[in-house]
């Protein structure tokens, strides 16, 4: 301390007693000169469906609900817009409450507290901004309303010329499944006899949708583009039109591809594992080699039993077949048992594929097939 001081001249305190911001102390330098200058009104635009909020000349993606992406946005946007006042060298919002409770469009009052620093010393001070809220709805859902502009159409079929209820499930589970940037594109659905339509508004995007399909489905995609008319300046307007087939096959099923019988065992990254049951070796399916040899399913279809494991050795293995009360004992050598469970115990029971003097075990018996 040296023993200089300065005295403030509007309330006549000392810097001995108070922090000091430029000629005035922190209170009346707040007072008089405020920490920073805020827009005094904000306008919050949102879409009533989806909850995105217009800013900066696009709709952006909702932050939780529209009270949480109303108050992101307030700190986004008046941080941007926030003014120190002369003597701060930096300012932020420390905090943004609605006075009212959030009920939807209408006229609030955001009571904001704004902090700045001058040499070390902290100012607050608190400031009331008027908000206006409108809900709208923005375009991506207007085309959804309205099934208006669609450039690409996605035929979902199924190889058997029926979609059944179980694999229109799993197709529907796993387009609620994409990324938002795909499934918006989506606007719109129409039931097909033999299947349904995807309407996309984006033809990259539409191809995008289908070699996923293509990979997690292993279905088959073929590309055609029609022609739906011309655009105003007279050049010929098309729409890309993507037929996406989907196997009817799953996991457990039996299978004729080519001349050769395969067993389903389980969907992997791009395919389907399947087991030669000729070789008893695993194979790797993708779309194109599926269906470039040709498939169906085995007829009469695929039998599965219930065994249960008794005793497993390096030699032999020994199940009691549940299905008859446990009364016939099978002795196997190991090395024609193929475990596909990730935990193999004695004890448990087991669903069992016979093949080619082989015992392949595909599932654990409670577990719910598809
Ligand atoms: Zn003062
Ligand atoms: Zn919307």
Redesign the pocket.
Known sequence: MTGEYRI?P????SSRE?PFIGP??R??YVEVYGVARLPEKVVFTYCQYCGRYKYQGGWNEPTGSVEDTLVNFLHMYLTKKLRPTEHIEEAWIREIRLERPFTGPGIYTARVVVEGESNGVIAREEKLVRVQVNAAVCPYCTNRITKRGYNAVIQVRSSSGRLDKGLRERIDSFLAGMAPSLADAIIGVEEEKEGFDLLVSDPSVARMIASKMRSAFLAKTIETFKLVGRNPDGSRKGRLTISVRVPDIKPGDLLVIGDKHYFYLARSRGGAIMINLDTGREEHFDSDHLWGMGFKEYPGGVELRRYMLLSRGPSTTVFLDAETGYERVIEVPSDTVRVYVSDFREGREYKVFLAGGRVYVVGEANEVSE
């Open positions: 403030c509007r309330c006549g305190r108070v005035l102390c209170d009346c």
